[in-house]
């Protein structure tokens, strides 16, 4: 156990990328002890990734830079300023519930702070905000990415954990509220500290243009619903919603609704039967070439060329990080090291309120410094097992685990988010690493609620009937 882990983390000290380490440390565990054959190695690389879940990760990925070269990101922004744009500190605002809307279509907190960051810390630092408050609101909006479905952490938890991945997208939806809520009121409470104003003239035309396309898409689920109740087939009502959708989409040329409804024709076609969760990443990705090559014609060869590029890139580093830590992870378990520290914990605490604690205070630890979907594979075969037997349900530790690692991004040594909008924003890590640090708050306040109050994520899966 010790040459495993002490390896890994003697590597990782040394800067050694986390892949390399993992599968480092692994070779010199199975050099030494003499007990594995060396064609383990390649054995679990290949079971690692040998598994159709993991089919939803690249086509998430090309699901999301599709979305980010189609014009999607600006028609959303728009859309935003229509809709909270004169609220006080409205751009702060704007910046949150476009994340939300594009947190339905990317999957990633890297995605969202990528994509639709370029345009709203250039808009904010336009519109007289400091580069510092941009930056904040920019990361925790960001977190949303993988909370809110679909989720490729809740991709990679549940093929893990063997729980269903619909339930945990689904799981996933009141804890994004509750996020959504919690930072909105943290910038109103900086709008009224330093007297920001409005960033957008309230205008009933612009609001009620925005609450028609939020209308219009809430409607699409209740008429496939009554149409289906009126005696029709599942098919045909959602054949004939889309049709009518399309058609009004084009006659009023709406700003945002097609865009809208990505969520929820994912949530909805996992929901009717029509695809699993993995087969609804390639719904996205059809979705989203509909959209840039038809609705809005703004895709060319070109651009879907590169983001195709982009999208194998992307895929072939996080899946080379899941081969390694598959590795890692079945030698924890085979070496009976995963057990040891099973047992440690459980010899501490056998109250699953302090288990929880403890285990929020691990994952966010192992967060600042290991790649999310690394840290899934190692934590879940050391900790479910303790979740299982403390009678915690699995769907809920996920989503724990995921927003433990969501904020984990947002630290130094080895936070993503915080390196990308360091860059977007030209701004040195430091400094963006302390314009984060307010937007904690509601971060923590967010984790606290769902860590123990189990009904924010487990009412809505229950309530649509999905099981584990």
Known sequence: MWILIGGFLALMICG??????????????????????????????????ESFPLLAVPFFILAGNLMNIAGVTGRIYAFAVALV?????????????????????????????????????????????????????????????????????????????NVSIGALFLGG???????TLLMMITV??????????????????????????????????LAVYGMIEAGLSTNQAVLIALAALIALDWYYDFSAVMALMTPVILIGG?????FTPTEAAVAAVIWSLFLGLVRYRSMTMRTLAKATFDTIETTASVLFIVTAASIFAWLLT??????????????????????????????????????????????VPILLPI?????????????????????????????????????????????????????LVPLILALIAITYIPALTLWLPNAMGFGR
Request: glycine fraction near 10%.
């Open 16 to 49: 050694v990328p986390v892949a390399i380490a993992l599968a480092g440390s692994s070779l010199l565990y199975i050099l030494v002890s003499g007990t594995v054959p060396d064609v383990v190695i390649a054995q679990r690389m290949i079971a690692g990734v």
């Open 85 to 161: 744009g004169w609220m006080r500190g409205g751009l702060g605002q704007v910046n949150i519930i476009g994340s939300v809307i594009f947190s339905g279509m990317s999957g990633t907190a890297i995605a969202d702070a990528a994509g639709l960051g370029t345009i709203e810390i250039k808009a904010m630092k336009d519109h007289g905000y400091s580069t510092e408050f941009a930056v904040g609101v920019t990361a925790a909006s960001a977190t949303l990415g993988p909370i809110i479905p679909p989720s490729l952490p809740f991709v990679i938890y549940g093929m893990l954990a």
């Open 173 to 179: 939806v009141v804890p994004g509220v509750v996020m």
């Open 188 to 221: 109103a409470y900086f709008a009224r500290r330093n007297k920001w104003g409005a960033d957008a003239a309230f205008s009933w035309r612009q609001l009620l243009s925005a609450g028609t396309e939020v209308v219009v898409v809430l409607a699409f689920p």
């Open 270 to 274: 996992m929901t009717l039967g029509w």
């Open 334 to 379: 085979a070496s009976q090291a995963a057990q040891m520290l099973t047992d440690a914990i459980l010899g501490f605490t056998q109250n699953k309120w302090v288990f929880l604690l403890l285990a929020n205070l691990l994952i966010l630890f192992v967060g600042c410094f290991i790649d999310t979907i690394a840290a899934i594979t190692i934590l």
């Open 387 to 439: 979740v299982l037997k403390l009678g915690i349900d699995p769907i809920h530790f996920g989503l724990i685990m995921v927003l433990n690692l969501m904020i984990g991004l947002l630290h130094p040594p080895l936070g993503m988010v915080l390196f990308v909008l360091a860059r977007v924003a030209k701004l040195s890590v430091e400094r963006t690493t302390v314009a984060i640090l307010p937007w």
